[in-house]
């Protein structure tokens, strides 16, 4: 104890012995009775008849070895679309965003064009823009246009996301109250200035939680890209299948799907209960 901190009464002592208790009887609660029921389950699924012939289809263990090495390598071709195509959908959405909130009569003609690529690739499925993108684009046979699929994918999932992300970042930004905008002009900031150091700090910490979702999605959707012929990890599970007629592989590559996205929804929801508990002054 410092020697500038006040000495707890017996009672406040009393009461963070109890609060210690609590939590330690609750945690030990919960995990004795998830043990319990997941016991429980994996029971009644092991002994349940048919058992034995979801386990030889899906869950085959030497079928999991033998396409783990191809699987695990083509789903690094996922992480590396997932990182390029978040940063490229970060600066799209922003840019749309920004348009669509400036009050500008001059910027009329862009702000409809933002609001149709908004309307538009919000309306259209991802894989119709993966299709379009992937087949379309070489058909056209136009120099300079990208004919590596890696590319065509990352232009997909960019036009595809950066909708979605837009109307996000313009949600966050509306949500923020006006007197933020005149607090910044008040104190001599321009428009520009006001949004970029006032507005848009709150309004990308409030909807921090929404975009980790959406980007959660986007790691998944990378998958997709199987459809125009890019090897990456569900495209990889998919040859396998189809050479040796066993369904493991896909098992495999949702699991590498899945312990990837774990982390940003831990991560989003710990951002969301912060929010929280940051607006309700907890």
Known sequence: MTSGATPLSERQLERQRYRRRRTRTRAAIAAVSTVVVLGIVIAVVIS?????????????????KGSFPDVAKSFWLNIRLFLVVE??????????????????????????????????????????????????????????????????????????YGAYVAEVIRAGILSVHPSQWASGRAIGLSYGKTLRHVILPQALRRVAPPLLNDFVSLQKDTAL??????????????????????FTPYV?????????????ARLTDYLTVRSMRREGGF
């Open 87 to 160: 940063v490229f959908v970060l600066v799209l959405g922003l840019v749309v965003a920004i348009i669509r909130v400036i009050p500008s009569p001059a910027l009329a003609p862009i702000k409809l064009v933002a609001v149709l690529y908004t309307d538009i690739f919000r309306g259209t499925p991802t894989l119709l823009i993966v299709l379009l993108v992937g087949f379309g684009v070489p058909a056209l046979e136009l120099s300079g246009l990208p004919t590596s699929l890696f590319w065509l994918g990352v232009i997909a999932l960019t036009l595809s």
């Open 48 to 64: 349940s008849p048919g058992w034995d012939r979801v386990h030889a289809t899906f869950f085959d263990w030497d079928d999991a």
């Open 225 to 246: 890209l199987s459809t125009i012929g890019l090897v990456e990890s569900l495209r990889a599970a998919q040859v396998i299948s189809g050479r040796d007629f066993v």
């Open 252 to 264: 495999v590559a949702a699991c590498f799907f899945i312990v990837a996205t774990i982390p940003l």
